[in-house]
């Protein structure tokens, strides 16, 4: 991956929306969004994100770097790839937002807040067992706070967690693991390494 | 072509919209015969069932009533309802057409005083009100049809009416024991006028069309404004006939999305702004919502649009909406993001109309193989080479793509004298 151009001085950063359409995993398609509106007024969680895709769209457009790599949009965007189906010019919406998310890790502009906190929390786990936990998953991300938060969150949401217990969502048994862990690892080293390859080509 | 010339001097009009009225007349009135086929049992196409034209707002009857009294002076012109197309065979001056006729049971005796009405008990849909209400088993297409001829519903024979209405008839008109017919036609070229129709609103699943009686498309709202639709010209909630005061007019319903219509139908957008000047002139109060992405009004009807907006209880949001729901009241609830303000609305409205599209009738049914070819959207267009390898068949109206009346007027004359240079041999 080549870096944008390094004017942060500017506010407007006229090689980003080319930088975006030639390194950002779908962002080669962002030239046929018609600013309709329909993928963020159909977003479930519309309402929680700063911009938006249809925005945030245009304001890669318009060359601002700075806000579009520091946005919560990506962040919130929980892959139900409704404005995918509906998007009238076949944008690739969140294959966009999802690169966008790692480039913003990549490139320092993510700070640690709730939602890549929950993220690293969840491919810990993910990547340690082969599977998912709900309670390591909510305890190490509730924990990434500080003891004192942890411990808050965690008796703050005791009642749901008995409630899932009571219900079968959650155990009390050991973790479930996958059984050949090594070859998950050597599954995760290979997808590193055809990562890295491709990001330098 | 077959030596010598063409064989047949006729020119066959294929659908009698205003496109096939028109390429008819203009043939007939420079001299050639001409044989106008119509699958309906009227002519007149789509336009029949507008409630005014824009961009004037006058009534269609005026545009067309001047035709069908063209059309009636003039012996040249053949016409055949109820008639389709089901093959072309042989070449330039001389084709050999295949016709079905749906059989209409009345015939040309038949003076429209509607006695066969009176003693018809079965009802069916009423296509000229796109179903939304019933017709007699025998009716009168509508008001200003041409031919001014009854029909007979195929349920009314059915249901065994037939011997009941023959009697009912003073003039000898009814024949219920008319069949299906095929038959063979000759003409030296053919213009293909079937025209369009609305793209079907059911298939556009976020926007809710089957869930509510409230939620409409724009040609069902032609009719709900038109004197003689199924409210009397009254704009009123279908499903329970009260004032729609507050109404939402969802532009692009399909069109211009990769998932429906790719392209742009050109009129819609005008067509809805025709709807809120019809919302407008009944209700001192009215709300009129249009949510869109851009307004295409093209060249002349630019004016158009600037009278409509300068209507401060017209509102033009700019945002094509996510989805309608039901909400808790029974109102449609219109939901999206507002693209100038990036605000999520949900708004509840009385009456909710789809602009849809206009698809061409071609996509279903018989289409000629040769002269014309089907673009990627199903409209008939000249093909590269047909008329260099003495192709004699030409398209017009929306048949041909996405026009409005005074373009397809425009592309009908040049149909017309395409046709005319065809069977000439010139
Ligand atoms: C909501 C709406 C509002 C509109 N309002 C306006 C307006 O105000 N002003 C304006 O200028 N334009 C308007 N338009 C556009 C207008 O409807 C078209 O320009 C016009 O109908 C084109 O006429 P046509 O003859 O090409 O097609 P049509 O009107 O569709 O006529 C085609 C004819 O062919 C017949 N037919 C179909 N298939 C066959 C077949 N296989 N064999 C024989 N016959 C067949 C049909 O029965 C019909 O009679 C509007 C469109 C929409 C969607
Ligand atoms: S739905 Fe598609 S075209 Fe519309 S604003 Fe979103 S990305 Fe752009
Ligand atoms: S005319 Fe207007 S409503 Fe119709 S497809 Fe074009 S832009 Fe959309």
């Known amino acids: ?201 | 072509m077959p030596q010598g010339g063409p064989k047949s001097q006729t020119i066959l009009v294929v659908g009698g919209g205003i496109a096939g009225i028109t390429a008819a007349i203009e043939a007939a009135e420079t001299g050639y015969d001409v044989v106008l086929l119509e699958k309906s049992p009227s002519l007149g196409g789509r336009v029949t069932k507008f409630n005014r034209y824009f961009p004037k707002l006058c009534h269609p009857t005026c545009g067309l009533e001047i035709n069908y009294q063209r059309i009636k002076k003039n012996p040249r012109v053949k016409l055949m309802t109820m008639c389709e197309v089901t093959g072309i065979a042989g070449a330039k001056g001389d084709y050999t057409v295949s016709v079905k006729r749906t059989p209409r049971f009345v015939n040309d005796k038949c003076t429209a005083c509607g006695d066969c009405k009176d003693v018809s008990d079965t009802a069916v849909a009423n296509a000229y009100n796109y179903g939304l209400d019933k017709v007699k088993g025998a009716y009168l297409p509508h008001e200003h049809a041409f031919p001014m001829r009854y029909v007979i519903a195929p349920e009314a024979i059915a249901a065994g009416e037939g011997d009941k209405l023959k009697a009912a008839c003073k003039y000898g008109a009814i024949e219920p024991d008319q069949k299906e017919e095929t038959f063979d036609l000759n003409a030296g070229a053919i213009i293909w006028t079937t025209g369009w129709k609305p793209y079907d609103a059911a298939k556009l699943d976020t926007y809710a069309y089957n869930e509510s009686p409230d939620i409409i498309n724009n040609v069902e709202m032609e009719r709900l404004a038109a004197h003689d639709g199924p409210t009397g010209g009254k704009i009123l909630r279908p499903s329970d006939n009260e004032p729609a005061k507050k109404v939402a007019l969802i532009q692009c319903a399909g069109s211009r999305d990769n998932n429906h219509l790719a392209y742009c139908s050109r009129i819609c957008c005008l067509g809805s702004l025709k709807h809120a000047a019809y919302v407008r002139e009944q209700y001192e109060d009215a709300q009129v919502d249009i949510y869109y992405i851009d307004i295409r009004a093209h060249d002349k009807l630019e004016a158009f649009h600037a009278k409509i907006k300068n209507d401060p209880q017209v509102h033009f949001i700019k945002s094509k909406p996510g989805h309608i729901k039901i909400g808790e009241d029974g109102r449609p609830l219109v939901c999206g993001e507002r693209t100038i303000d990036r605000e999520i609305y949900e708004e509840p409205y009385d009456l909710v109309v789809l602009a849809t599209g206009m698809q061409p009738s071609a996509v279903k049914g018989y289409k000629p193989e040769v002269g014309v070819m089907e673009d990627e959207y199903g409209f008939l267009v000249p093909k590269a080479n047909g008329a260099a390898d003495g192709e004699g068949i030409f398209s017009a109206g929306v048949a041909s793509g996405p026009l409005d009346v005074s373009m397809s007027v425009q592309s009908a004359t040049a149909a017309a004298l395409r046709a005319i240079q065809a069977v000439r041999g010139s």
């Open chain 1, 1 to 201: 991956m080549t870096k944008p151009a390094p004017n942060t001085s500017e506010k407007y950063d006229l090689g980003f929306a080319n930088w975006v359409y030639e390194n950002v995993n779908g962002g080669d398609k962002l030239g046929l969004c018609m600013q309709c509106g329909v993928c963020s007024g159909s977003c479930p969680i519309g309402e929680q994100m700063d911009h938006g895709p249809r925005k945030l769209f245009m304001m890669i457009r318009a060359g601002m770097k700075d806000e579009v790599l520091s946005s919560n949009t990506m962040w919130n965007c929980t892959s139900c790839y409704r404005c995918v189906v509906r998007c009238p010019r076949s944008v690739p919406v969140t294959y966009i937002l999802q690169d966008l998310a790692a480039k913003s890790v990549e490139l320092g502009y993510a700070k640690p807040n709730e939602n890549s906190k929950f993220s690293n929390s969840f491919w810990w786990s993910a990547k340690t067992f082969g599977r998912t936990d709900e309670r390591l998953v909510t305890a190490k991300y509730y924990f990434s706070f500080g003891v004192v938060e942890g411990v808050k969150r965690g008796l703050d949401n005791l009642k749901i967690a008995w409630g899932m217990i009571k219900t079968g969502r959650m155990h009390l048994t050991m973790p479930h693991q996958i059984k050949d862990k090594a070859g998950l690892k050597a599954i995760l080293a290979k997808a590193a390494e055809i990562e890295e390859r491709e990001s330098k080509s």
